[in-house]
């Protein structure tokens, strides 16, 4: 009985973001901006970063696709904004581990109302819909990481 509530109550958390998706749209200041496709799905999405250094000031993201990958994205984006890079990566290893079938992870408070998307453990081929969002923003990250502002601006001229 617990566990019927509790996916009905996960359920409507993804409903939640997939219907009213947060951080929705574009960025006018995008530092980096990744688009990232699952074909098995059909899912797309484009994922804006504005930095500052290392922390994510912004975020936004564009795109469509199945209730998961939507609902992934829109959660993802309420977590990593204002945190910097070096925080997501320990959210995001978490957030890999719980979709893979980790029962720690999938209680693990760091993780926040992403664990509503715990159940996709159990249908391998949803798999990549959760973890487009993930993907993007690591690429997102790197890329970022990549393209330092150069800090010895006169040695180019
Ligand atoms: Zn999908």
Redo the contacts with the bound molecule.
């Keep these: 009985m617990a566990d019927a509530s509790l996916t009905a109550l996960y359920q409507d958390i993804i409903l939640d973001h997939y219907r009213r998706p947060r951080n929705k749209g574009t960025l006018a200041n995008a530092n980096v901006s990744i688009p990232m496709r699952?074909p098995l799905?059909?899912?797309e999405i484009t994922l804006e970063l504005e930095m500052d250094g290392d922390l994510i000031s912004d975020v936004r993201f564009t795109g469509r696709?199945?209730s998961?990958?939507q609902a992934s994205t829109s959660m993802m984006t309420e977590m990593v904004k204002g945190k910097h890079a070096s925080e997501i990566g320990h959210i995001g290893e978490r957030f890999r581990a719980m979709v893979m079938g980790d029962a720690d992870a999938a209680t693990d408070t760091v993780l926040g109302k992403a664990r509503a998307l715990a159940g996709v453990a159990r249908f391998p081929a949803?798999v990549?819909?959760a973890l487009l969002a993930w993907n993007a923003l690591e690429r997102g990250l790197a890329k970022s990481a990549d393209h330092e502002p150069a800090k010895t601006r006169d040695a180019e001229t």
Excluded: E, Q, T
Aim: with cysteine.
């Design positions: 699952n799905c059909g899912d696709g199945c998961i990958s949803r990549k819909c």
